[in-house]
């Protein structure tokens, strides 16, 4: 099975920053079977990014998504005040799905 | 715009079983694979099931730590997935998303019930 790894844990940043946030496999992963998902308090998951780097719809182009083979990266440009929250990445591989274990984004 | 709606949880003791139900709306639920995913309280996701759709064979995987305990499946005509748990632990109390999958994604999401396993 394979095992994603986010860090940092928690990113404390500030409206109008730039969050860059990691996701780390262990061992490689298809760049088409990764995503990324928003949790915010109280709300069900949302997809943010599939295919490491396409975005889902109706999401704002400050969120974006790269990387290959074991390290992907989401990134938001500037922080809006609704995008506080927690982040899921997540991957497909042998009939199986796993979730990182998540990274909170709170306002500095 | 589509709509997942779960529902059948509750506060179950260990050791018994409980059905919950996921209403589709908004889009050809008979052509999409769909998946459970659970979030223990103040914990992350983990992924429980996926059942494909029967024009891709309609088989079903699972993840290990509820293997042969709970069985997806879908009623095409009602629109309807379904979770079947049996011999319900106390570490399945959790939050049950239904989700459906784009490719190798969950594109949408229900609002989540819970699921609780105590004595």
């Known amino acids: 099975e394979i095992v994603l790894t986010q860090s940092p844990g928690t990113l404390s940043l500030s409206p109008g920053e730039r969050a860059t946030l990691s996701c780390r496999a262990s061992?490689?992963?298809?760049?088409?079977?990764l995503a990324w998902y928003q949790q915010r308090p109280g709300q069900a998951p949302r997809l943010l990014i599939y295919?490491?780097?396409s975005r889902a719809t109706g999401i704002p182009d400050r969120f974006s998504g790269s990387g290959s083979g074991t390290d992907f990266t989401l990134t938001i440009s500037r922080l809006e005040p609704e995008d506080f929250a927690v982040y899921y990445c997540?991957?497909?591989?042998?009939?199986?799905?796993?979730f990182g274990q998540g990274t909170k984004l709170e306002i500095k | 715009e589509g709509q997942l709606v779960e529902s059948g949880g509750g506060l179950v003791k260990p050791g018994g079983s409980l059905r919950l139900s996921c209403a589709a709306s908004?889009?050809?639920?008979?052509?999409?694979?769909m998946s459970w995913v659970r979030q223990a309280p103040g914990k992350g996701l983990e992924w429980v099931g996926r059942?494909?759709?029967?024009?891709?064979?309609?088989?079903?995987d699972y993840a290990a730590p509820v293997k042969g305990r709970f069985t997806i499946s879908r009623d095409d005509s009602k629109n309807t997935l379904y979770l079947q748990m049996n011999s319900l632990k106390t570490e399945d109390t959790a939050v049950y998303y239904c989700?459906?999958?784009?490719?190798?994604?969950?594109?949408?999401w229900g609002q989540g019930t819970m699921v609780t396993v105590s004595s």
């Open positions: 989700t459906k999958l784009r490719g190798y994604a969950f594109d949408m």
């Open positions: 908004g889009f050809t639920f008979s052509n999409a694979w």
């Open positions: 059942i494909k759709s029967k024009t891709d064979g309609g088989t079903t």
């Open positions: 061992q490689s992963v298809s760049s088409s079977f």
């Open positions: 295919g490491a780097s």
């Open positions: 997540q991957q497909y591989g042998s009939s199986l799905y796993t």
